[in-house]
């Protein structure tokens, strides 16, 4: 059975921004990139892209490494992407995005099965699924500390 999900925008006071509600419980005010040091507390639609792609993975890590028996001492991720624009055309798309991700799990888990789950969850995740055959290059990078 297929799921639906709800983003509602709509338009605010001020031109060119616009408010967004997710799911109906957290919103977030968005406008395009050249504004953002205009709007204070604003995001960007390219912004929320990365973060939906990069908070994707981690959940699914989190949740393999759990199935896996491996306890997650901590889990932080960056995700950047390479966003180019045409001048001559105006057209504009991200390039390559990398998601950059650093787990700190206990002294002796083997760095090969986090390794495993983490290519799991880069391959489990339906956002980042969405670019497999586009342009885009999606690159990962996983940094394991043991403590």
Do not use: W
Request: proline share 5%.
């Amino acid at each position: 059975m297929a799921k639906q999900f709800k983003a509602t925008l709509k338009r605010t006071t001020v031109p060119e921004v616009h408010h967004i509600t997710l799911g109906g419980y957290q919103s977030a005010a968005v406008c395009a990139p050249p504004e953002l040091t205009n709007h204070p507390g604003t995001t960007t639609p390219h912004q929320l892209f990365l973060a939906s792609i990069g908070s994707c993975v981690n959940i699914i890590f989190e949740i393999a490494c759990g199935k896996g028996r491996i306890e997650v001492l901590d889990l932080t991720s960056e995700t950047i992407g390479d966003y180019e624009a045409d001048e001559e055309t105006q057209l504009s798309a991200f390039t390559a995005i990398y998601i950059n991700t650093k787990v700190t799990v206990p002294k002796g888990v083997a760095d090969k099965k986090v390794q495993r789950l983490f290519e799991i969850a880069v391959n489990s995740c339906p956002i980042g699924q969405c670019l497999v055959g586009s342009c885009v290059k999606l690159v990962e990078n996983l940094e394991i500390i043991h403590k």
